[in-house]
């Protein structure tokens, strides 16, 4: 169902007057984590100003250590949905079982799924049964014909509205925190007919090199970008290191625009 023989057109996929793949090129970009009403409302102030309409920020965190922030739950959905309200933007949130879908359901408008649950069947057959878009990461070790399956399990349960992200993948490397497998954009691009995107933040790890992933991105196809963002990265409750400040959004998003690539 995700070939490109079983259909051949493009799929667009439509929230709230946005557009993902179609003519247009797309940003997601908002917090790893939802960490409060103040943060989501300054990170989506400086969204809308740029012209950037969808936004994304973790509730249910997958986390490496269980001591780690685990996110603010149905608690944190509910501040993304009053953002949303106000501002009219499309919200992205991962879930990480089937029992939290309902939930999520209720405050935001697309279902992400993280690279640890790319091959959570049941979760996959789960969001396959809603009528919401999803945004399916590819696996941190999973090769493209495995992605590929993945979404074929969404579509299997009549959900076609799904969107494929490369977030980088495991390799020797380390001067990265995973490795941008630029490859699989064009891949994904010919073989399948859903829209593919570059996460350049999870899969560098790396500030400094973002913005010429994203455009290799772009070059390769691509049709949107992720990143993610924060007020006071420093003081950030996950990937600190790693998301903007509110200055380096601008850079990267005037870098992005200048090099005119982006559409
Ligand atoms: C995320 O995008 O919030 C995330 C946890 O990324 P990944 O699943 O790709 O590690
Ligand atoms: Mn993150």
């Known amino acids: 169902l995700v070939s490109r023989e079983h259909q051949s057109e493009d799929t667009i996929i439509r929230v709230k007057g946005t557009e993902i793949g179609g003519s247009r090129h797309t940003l997601i970009a908002g917090p790893c984590s939802i960490e409060s009403k103040e943060q989501l409302e300054t990170v989506a102030a400086a969204l809308k100003k740029a012209g950037v309409t969808i936004l994304r920020g973790g509730a249910f965190k997958p986390r490496t250590s269980p001591y780690n922030f685990q996110g603010l739950g149905e ?55 809603t009528q919401k878009p999803v945004l399916l990461k590819r696996g941190l070790s999973a090769t493209i014909e495995e992605f590929k399956f993945a979404a074929e399990y969404i579509l299997d349960r009549g959900n076609d509205q799904v969107m494929l992200m490369e977030r980088g993948i495991r390799t020797f490397e380390k001067a990265t925190r995973n490795t941008l497998d630029i490859s699989a954009v064009p891949i994904l691009k010919q073989e399948t007919h859903l829209p593919v995107l570059v996460d350049v933040t999870h899969s560098t790890g790396r500030k400094d090199i973002m913005l010429p992933c994203a455009k290799a991105g772009l070059a390769a196809g691509a049709d949107g970008v992720m990143i993610e963002m924060h007020p006071n990265p420093s003081k950030a409750l996950s990937d600190s290191k790693q998301q903007l400040n509110m200055e380096e959004f601008q850079a990267f998003w005037k870098g992005l625009c200048d090099s005119g690539l982006f559409r």
């Open 75 to 129: 608690d944190g959905l509910k501040m993304m949905k009053e953002v949303a309200d106000k501002t009219g933007m499309v919200t992205i949130s991962e879930v990480m079982t089937p029992g939290q879908i309902e939930t999520a359901a209720r405050y935001i408008d697309i279902f992400q799924i993280g690279a640890r649950n790319m091959q959570n069947f049941d979760l996959l057959r789960a969001v396959g049964q």
